[in-house]
């Protein structure tokens, strides 16, 4: 608990350039809106954002915030699953690494709003078509990362450890997994704000709930400030939730290295 405090006032440090530039840039769209340089219902103040997102709060942290975030979460949990297993399983097979890796990369190719659709005609407007459109947009650079980061352990260490005995499991499990750590939160972190990304379409798409849902209903009744408000929690979540990943990769490659 104390380390994670410890680390919390480093980052808190760390970042203070970035929150003051930030306080700045507030002050001067507060400014420019008031003085009527820039429509309101174009761009409405940060007041009037946060006045909005205060009179929704009920019905934004009630019902459309934890539905964005199941939709996050579950489709980050079946992207680290399914990534990591293909991942691996590249790494431990070069006859499985010529033929899928082709077909992840033509995945990729495929605009997320041209496909999107196709998962929610499949799925319907239920939760799986969500998760899946989650799924899709976050799954790829799981397992680019955890593929990267397999390849460039087993290069260092192969020979050496090969010579003492070991086997291919034991290599995996003792050099690569942990020297694949940091190429694979690195996948991590993109994977998470492409989950909320993913999930804001889906919720375009089709649904009665979500912070993506409540953003595009109060854009066709003009309702900017309104809008904005839910921009704004998709954002901090997206951050809130890339934070935790930094956090949980600091104390475990931190861990790694005392050990």
Known sequence: MTRTRTLFRKWLWNYSASFLLFLFLLAAWETVVRAGWIPAF?????TSIWRALAENRKLLFGLHLPATLQEVLLGFILSVVLGSLLGTGMHMSRMVEKALYPFIIISQTIPLIALSPVFIFWFGYSLGGKVAVVFLTAFFPIVVGCYDGLRKGAD???ELL???GANRSQLLAKVQIPLALPSFFSGL???????????TIGEWLGGSKGLGYFSRRMAG???SDDMF????????????LFMLLVLLENIILKKRGSS
Do not use: D, E
Request: hydrophobic letters at 60%; charged letters at 10%.
């Open 221 to 223: 009744n003009l309702q």
């Open 189 to 199: 972190k993109l994977a998470m704000v492409y989950c909320v990304i993913g999930a």
């Open 229 to 240: 408000a839910a921009v704004f929690l998709l954002s901090a979540l997206g951050l809130v």
């Open 162 to 164: 090969m010579t003492m």
């Open 42 to 46: 174009i761009l409405p103040a940060p």
């Open 156 to 158: 260092r260490y192969r």
